[in-house]
């Protein structure tokens, strides 16, 4: 298995267990990009805390967020996982997701002629390039874990073989049935961050496709914020990606200019995370989770911009243009207790029920891999 994100390890997490736990099974985990870099809090080492081993690790990323050094960066990642995948012989590789460590990974595992599973293909995010990087990944594996019938039928509509993808839910909803979460004041402990009446969790990430800047758009973020003097906000700040670094320090900016009432985090890792959920009113920003895991603790999320536009969206969620005004009246429409009885208190999940790890290691363990490749058209001279 591969992880590159602190995001996608937290999804990845109950599987890993699942997998480490199965006598019949060999886990073998390779970890890469942000996990490595101190920049991002060096949360390999959370990897390892979490009682796994880390059989290999793949410097690649860069100290640069520009395109061109993103695009250096997966040149670095590309020769170090045909070496990874050369060393540990792997019977597959588990993929989750759709970032740019992840597409080298498959792109190495592919010309190794490893098969390749694959979790959460078929969405749609149209704000970002994620969404070339996912079916381009979908049409490179073999086994298709995904979390709604709607992105079962997408994968099979690029056309993968209707036997070959399950609809499994989203694997980050068995953290919330699995875990112990903080209570309340414990989670204030681990954050050294006292809650108020009225919290926020923002987390933005930069919009790869979107022609205004992240600067332009972030200050909007901000500025819609600076109108709700009386909530307490935590912040994570962005990935790996470019202009996420431009986004950070303007984060980290404006924590410094409102002492008291806010906190950023590079990570909170996947039990502060969850935890925070409990105790926050909205989740503000454009991450997957406002969409996916949220709803589960039945709090509303604004979902900001484009960058989830396409996926399948609950009652739960506000969708609002990247204008301050518009995100100012978004917030103040999820704290509305009208709308929070009306959208929020009786809405249903729409990405399964919190079991989809155990799911995934039953077909992994029974899978037929010896025939999953077409050796023809894979096997490559020399």
Known sequence: MVTGSRAEYGLFYPLLKEIQADPELKLQLAVTGMHLAP???????????DGFYIDEKVEMLLSSD?????????GLGLIGFADVFHRLNPDIVVLL??????????????????PIAHLHGGESTEGVVDEAIRHAITKMSHLHFVSTEKYRNRVIQLGEQPDRVFNVGAIGLDN???LNL???????ASIDFKLGAVNFLVTYHPLTLKQASSEELTTALLAALDHFKHANIIFTKPNADTNGRIIGHMIDDYTHKNPGRTVSFQSLGKLRYLSALQYVDVVIGNSSSG??????????????????????????????????????KSISEAL??????????????????????????HVLKNADLDGIINKKFYEIEG
């Not at 997701?97 to 490893?114: K, L, P, S």
């Not at 903080?182 to 204030?188: A, I, M, P, T, V």
């Not at 999320?301 to 990247?322: A, F, M, P």
């Open 182 to 188: 903080l209570s309340r004041e414990e989670f204030e």
């Open 39 to 49: 920049e991002f809090g060096n949360t390999y080492k959370e990897i390892l805390d």
């Open 66 to 74: 520009t395109r061109v050094g993103v695009t250096k960066s997966m």
């Open 97 to 114: 997701g759709d970032r740019f460590e992840t597409m080298v990974a498959a792109q190495a595992a592919m010309i190794a002629n490893i």
């Open 176 to 178: 919330i049935r699995q």
């Open 291 to 328: 969409i996916i895991e949220v709803p589960m603790f039945k709090k509303p999320t604004i979902d900001i911009g484009n960058r989830q536009k396409g996926r399948l969206k609950g009652s739960t969620i506000i969708e609002t243009s990247e204008q301050s005004e518009e995100i100012m």
């Open 336 to 361: 509305d207790p009208v709308f929070i009885k009306s959208h929020v208190e009786e809405s249903l999940s729409l990405y399964g029920d919190g079991m989809t790890a155990s799911k995934v290691k």
